[in-house]
């Protein structure tokens, strides 16, 4: 009797050589965020209100740090896409050097946050790149359809 999901299988096996490995996010998948003269893009924008919303308490005013937290503007710079989601949706513990501890809380369960993760790593990226200020950024107008 021949199997009748042998072609699909080979089909599906080959697909799957040509996918990203589990974990590693493919450099055109990361979100990539707009600033034009100042201004910002919806999804920036949206960023930028969900990280006042909830991550500031910690990180900081335009995530330049706070008492309880880094500064996202300064880890983005060595911290991936892939680390970033991961971080944010398990919570991580670090220990400093003087035996400190610190918890940065898993929001996995936070449709707040995770519906809009990619929002907020725009404006965090956008702000750890340079390209955008402090402050409240005005929006792009919405583009002419």
Do not use: W
């Not at 990361?30 to 006042?52: C, L, M, Q, S």
């Not at 503007?73 to 919570?91: A, N, P, W």
């Not at 936070?110 to 390209?131: Q, V």
């Amino acid at each position: 009797m021949k199997n009748k999901f042998h072609v699909p299988l080979l089909l599906l096996a080959l697909a799957c050589t040509h996918t990203v490995n589990a974990g590693e996010t493919a450099a055109e998948d990361i979100p990539k965020y707009v600033v034009e003269d100042g201004k910002v893009d919806k999804a920036t924008f949206n960023g930028y209100r969900r990280y006042h919303g909830t991550c500031h308490a910690c990180h900081g005013q335009d995530a330049m740090g706070g008492s309880f937290a880094p500064a996202l503007t300064e880890s983005l710079k060595t911290v991936d896409y892939d680390t970033f989601v991961k971080t944010v949706m398990e919570g991580r513990q670090a220990t400093a050097s003087g035996g400190a501890v610190s918890a940065m809380p898993a929001f996995a369960n936070d449709p707040n946050i995770t519906k809009h993760l990619d929002d907020i790593y725009r404006y965090l990226a956008a702000r750890s790149d340079g390209e955008l200020g402090a402050g409240r950024p005005p929006k792009l107008p919405k583009p002419k359809k």
